[in-house]
């Protein structure tokens, strides 16, 4: 049925005057809304479909980076996915996204990311879950961490230039981490009209150690100190955080913060009162294979070699035996081999970002190895559990 849609990259101004209405009914909210979100992506960077001269749906490509063993390879985020409710079900939606692959492909981009609202549309694709987004929540009667070693320095015109130093050096050490788009930064500082954004640097502003981006809301339940945004590079800066947050404890019942599934964080607080109040899985989808294994690093030490075999059926180009050599920390990838490791391109997704080891993708039935390939594998994407802290 895809050949009945027309793809485009250039959305005329009536197109995206359109496209806000089915953003509107799909994301259940006012269209001035859809139209500032429109506004800060860019009309340049969306993506529409027509079927019989009409729009049918269309979403947004962002441009950015993701950091994986310590090197940032190029990505592009997919959001704002929407098709109008008349044609849901006539392959729009598939057909959309395969011709934006193939855009990318085109492009060299080497893999894209996105958060699905269902995962089979995007499965049928080649995207599987690479790794976590999560809000943890604490009663900050529970935190219990008095000691404040820093200062915090209160930033009044909140500007997010002033945190990019910080925020890249912890990036550089987080799997899945965001070298952000501009359109993330924005939203993150920016408040709607119900909210009011603090920021404080923890530390000197000259010699900062880190820094907190947070609002405040009254709910039924109490009331919560959302954390927006945090980087912390010293113990040091943890406490005065965690101190800061407890501090808040006369107005504040609790706190709610973006991390791993496997929070650092909390070994801080006395005990394990703190909870995973939502968690979600976000989708990777290897787009050039050669250039994806390439770009990212790898542990330092290893020198390994896997032989892959990856089935494609999108972007066929991906489709072969490919010979993956490691070495001090980066990788080179040559066609050929002996095929040890045979996979889907779906299936390379999860492995690729470390999200599950080769042993347990293979009990799934995801991926069909011998001993010596597995192992192998395992070395080469070793690491710890991949997690992004923005939401797009």
Same mark, same amino acid.
């Given at each position: 049925? $895809?050949?009945?849609?027309?793809?485009?990259?250039?959305?005329?101004?009536?197109?995206?005057?359109?496209?806000?209405?089915?953003?509107?009914?799909?994301?259940?909210?006012?269209?001035?809304?859809?139209?500032?979100?429109?506004?800060?992506?860019?009309?340049?960077?969306?993506?529409?479909?027509?079927?019989?001269?009409?729009?049918?749906?269309?979403?947004?490509?962002?441009?950015?980076?993701?950091?994986?063993?310590?090197?940032?390879?190029?990505?592009?985020?997919?959001?704002?996915?929407?098709?109008?409710?008349?044609?849901?079900?006539?392959? %729009?939606?598939?057909?959309?996204?395969?011709?934006?692959?193939?855009?990318?492909?085109?492009?060299?981009?080497?893999?894209?990311?996105? /958060?699905?609202?269902?995962?089979?549309?995007?499965?049928?694709?080649?995207?599987?879950?690479?790794?976590?987004?999560?809000?943890?929540?604490?009663?900050?009667?529970?935190?219990?961490?008095?000691?404040?070693?820093?200062?915090?320095?209160?930033?009044?015109?909140?500007? =997010?230039?002033?945190? =990019?130093?910080? /925020?890249?050096?912890?990036?550089?050490?987080?799997?899945?981490?965001?070298?952000?788009?501009?359109?993330?930064?924005?939203?993150?500082?920016?408040?709607?009209?119900?909210?009011?954004? /603090?920021?404080?640097?923890?530390? !000197?502003?000259?010699?900062?150690?880190?820094?907190?981006?947070?609002?405040?809301?009254?709910?039924?339940?109490?009331?919560?100190?959302?954390?927006?945004?945090?980087?912390?590079?010293?113990?040091?800066?943890?406490?005065?955080?965690?101190?800061?947050?407890?501090? =808040?404890?006369?107005?504040?019942?609790?706190?709610?913060?973006?991390?791993?599934?496997?929070?650092?964080?909390?070994?801080?607080?006395?005990?394990?009162?703190?909870?995973?109040?939502?968690?979600?899985?976000?989708?990777?989808?290897?787009?050039?294979?050669?250039?994806?294994?390439?770009?990212?690093?790898?542990?330092?030490?290893?020198?390994?070699?896997? =032989?892959?075999?990856?089935?494609?059926?999108?972007?066929?180009?991906?489709?072969?035996?490919?010979?993956?050599?490691?070495?001090?920390?980066?990788?080179?990838?040559?066609?050929?081999?002996?095929?040890?490791?045979?996979?889907?391109?779906?299936?390379?997704?999860?492995?690729? $970002?470390?999200?599950?080891?080769?042993?347990?993708?293979?009990? %799934?039935?995801?991926?069909?190895?011998?001993? !010596? %390939?597995?192992? %192998?594998? $395992?070395?080469?994407?070793?690491?710890?559990?991949?997690?992004?802290?923005?939401?797009?």
């Amino acid at each position: 049925m $895809t050949t009945q849609f027309e793809y485009s990259t250039l959305a005329h101004p009536q197109d995206i005057q359109q496209f806000g209405y089915i953003l509107e009914q799909c994301f259940i909210s006012a269209l001035s809304g859809e139209k500032v979100y429109i506004n800060l992506i860019g009309v340049e960077n969306f993506r529409i479909i027509r079927g019989l001269e009409q729009l049918v749906g269309g979403l947004a490509t962002l441009d950015m980076g993701q950091w994986w063993g310590s090197v940032c390879v190029p990505m592009t985020g997919i959001a704002a996915v929407g098709i109008a409710p008349e044609y849901r079900g006539s392959g %729009a939606a598939i057909a959309l996204m395969q011709h934006t692959l193939k855009e990318l492909y085109a492009r060299g981009v080497p893999i894209s990311a996105l /958060y699905p609202a269902v995962q089979s549309l995007y499965r049928k694709v080649g995207y599987e879950q690479g790794g976590s987004w999560c809000i943890w929540e604490v009663a900050t009667r529970n935190i219990q961490v008095r000691e404040q070693p820093l200062a915090l320095e209160p930033i009044v015109n909140i500007n =997010h230039q002033v945190f =990019h130093e910080l /925020y890249q050096q912890q990036a550089r050490l987080t799997q899945g981490y965001l070298d952000r788009h501009p359109a993330i930064w924005e939203r993150l500082i920016q408040p709607d009209e119900k909210e009011t954004v /603090y920021a404080y640097f923890i530390g !000197t502003k000259d010699q900062p150690q880190g820094y907190i981006i947070f609002t405040q809301e009254r709910t039924e339940d109490g009331e919560i100190l959302w954390v927006k945004d945090w980087v912390l590079h010293t113990v040091a800066a943890a406490q005065t955080f965690w101190s800061f947050l407890a501090n =808040h404890r006369s107005q504040i019942h609790r706190v709610r913060w973006k991390s791993s599934v496997i929070d650092s964080l909390t070994l801080l607080l006395p005990e394990q009162t703190a909870k995973i109040w939502r968690e979600s899985r976000w989708l990777l989808r290897v787009i050039d294979v050669v250039k994806a294994l390439e770009m990212r690093g790898y542990p330092l030490g290893i020198q390994a070699e896997l =032989h892959l075999e990856i089935q494609d059926n999108l972007l066929t180009e991906n489709n072969g035996k490919f010979i993956l050599s490691v070495a001090n920390g980066r990788g080179e990838v040559t066609r050929g081999g002996k095929g040890e490791l045979q996979l889907d391109i779906r299936e390379l997704a999860p492995l690729y $970002t470390s999200l599950f080891t080769p042993y347990h993708l293979q009990i %799934a039935g995801k991926l069909y190895g011998i001993e !010596t %390939a597995i192992l %192998a594998a $395992t070395q080469i994407f070793a690491g710890v559990s991949p997690w992004m802290a923005d939401f797009f």
